[in-house]
């Protein structure tokens, strides 16, 4: 049983039952998401979600991919080919919960939650079995949706050992989580109700990076190079609680009015460092991320309900409000650093590389879930002559920590210019028979070289 608010007590009803609770918590998080996507604001996301081909070759640099500029900075002058490189990328990606227990067992009590004429040893019968149902619904009822577009540019010597890359970059990010709450049997109403809500958070993001990389160290057929990536971060971030009641109040128009009303802007700036070493067969790098980490602030939940006038936006506040015991109500998100390291075996054209790179800690995204990733690749760039193959690759990637999430990803290139690598987890949730991967992302993007 938990603590009681001292707050203002909030009529939240289910006339629907509680397995249309569930479907509309299910629903508020991807629902919420593609509307927040077109609610009026500048496109971005993160947090999982890696730039272009590197979702395949990992999170190494690579000498087949100029979007190497999101990876480790040293490692744009370590490559066979500098000169002059622009590409573009965009992507999405999902990910969800282990929802499909949650989604069979709404499925199996439906026609027990349609009678709005409950008695006390009816209800007490179905909140027994109910409350299991919706912890465990606030353990796993959570997703995320992130897109991603990001433009790069580079300008250097090979023969000289020097690199300029500059990247702009836009990134959202929109996740749900669920805050269940105990079922209690009002006998005036002979029905059951629960503050059980959807929490949502998220943050728009627009980079603008510059990247000089150098050689610092020639030994013939060995070389080791440092680079510096310099981010100014410009985010937008939003953060609520919907409460997950009937209203008469459109659904889709009260989470837009919340997105407008819960944002905070702030700006920052973040430094990544990084070193290569570089032989004809062998690369080995390490990257320093966020080493000042910077930090946004969420907007606040739950305070200064009062002096909201429109009661739907008001009961979200009050809500927020009586689980302060389990969100805070002002937040911060923070970039952490993070040292990554990669490691590379190749042929002397780097033509065909198999490719490692590993987080040597864990940090949070936006929405607080966990990301620690291990990334495996072999890849294999045609001759010029047979540009009209596409280049291949495989990989492999898994979160160590967190969701644990385990993914196999593909990718090729056509004409050395149109990249297209998409990933999907091992697990899945099974419904009605279909079988669902519990995340998934692609890349679409391109690379010139002059």
Partial sequence: ???QSSIPEINHRSNAGTSGLVWRALAAGGFSALLLTVAPAALAS???LTVGPNLTYGDGSHPGSVHTVGANPSGIAAAPRVGMQFGASGGVGYEIGDVADIIDTANEITDLLD???LSLSDAQEQIERL?????????DGRGKLHIQGTIPLIVGRADAGWAIGLELGGEAHFGFSILDDELRYVSERREVQSKTSAYLKGAEITRIALLPSFQVADWGE??????ARVNHYNTEMMRTVIALE???QDFGDMVLDEVDRQRESSTAIGIDLGVTYQSSVFKSGLTWLNVNEPTFDFPEVGVNCSQITDEALQTNCYTAQSFGDRIPLEETWTLNEQARAEFALHDPGQRFVLAASYDLNSVRDVSGDEYQWLALSASYRLPWFLSWIPDMRLGYRENQVGSELSYYSAGLTWLGVLNLDAAVSEQTIDHEGDSVPRSAMINLGLQVRF
């Avoid at 060995?222 to 680079?227: A, C, I, Q, T």
Wanted: charged residues 35%; negative net charge; without cysteine.
């Fill in 46 to 48: 993160g947090g999982g």
């Fill in 131 to 139: 409350q299991d149902f919706l912890v465990d619904l606030g353990r």
């Fill in 246 to 248: 009937d209203t008469d």
């Fill in 1 to 3: 049983m938990r603590a």
């Fill in 222 to 227: 060995r070389g080791l190079f440092v680079g």
């Fill in 115 to 117: 009678d709005d004429d």
